[in-house]
């Protein structure tokens, strides 16, 4: 099992301070857990700690995509399974803080969140979705 510290509660219940008190304790790293914190200019909202909280403590995925970028289960695992085998090979314990709940469970659970969808596939099931929901809406509206 991999030494790893989990925070996680509702907003406002404290993870992010506990976590920054945490990290200086133990001279460690802290990895986001929160579904819009990886987003560029959200600002408002997401609680992120402070761009000087975040000089003085490494926080991981965090700002790391433009607002019209996905991001899904499937890229947290990935990314954050990287940075924790990163911090372990320089005998870190890694804090992972967040409310994202499928995001702690794909992490913690090893839970099988699925593969990236080709491209291809992606646009049929959008045609067929789009094509099905707009004939839904011009019957409505013809009514």
């Known amino acids: 099992m991999i030494p790893l510290i989990v925070l996680t509660g509702p907003t406002t219940s404290g993870k ?3 976590a920054l008190e945490l990290a200086r304790k133990l001279s460690t790293e802290i990895i986001s857990a929160d579904s ?3 987003y560029k200019y ?8 402070s ?10 995925l965090i700002d790391i995509l433009e ?3 996905e991001f899904n289960a499937f890229d ?3 990314q954050a399974s990287a940075v924790i085998h990163d911090l372990m090979s320089r005998n870190k314990i890694p804090i992972v ?5 499928l995001y702690l469970k794909v992490l913690i659970q090893d839970y099988d969140c699925a593969v990236q969808i080709s491209e291809e596939t992606q646009k049929k099931y959008n045609k067929k979705f789009c094509s099905k929901e707009l004939n839904k809406f011009i019957k409505v509206y013809k009514q």
């Not at 761009?51 to 991981?60: E, L, M, V, Y």
């Open 16 to 18: 992010s301070e506990t």
């Open 36 to 38: 819009m914190q990886v």
């Open 97 to 101: 803080v967040g409310g994202t709940a």
């Open 67 to 69: 607002p019209d970028e």
């Open 76 to 78: 947290f695992k990935t």
């Open 42 to 49: 959200f600002d408002i909202g997401t609680a992120k700690h």
């Open 51 to 60: 761009a000087s909280a975040r000089q003085d403590i490494p926080h991981h």
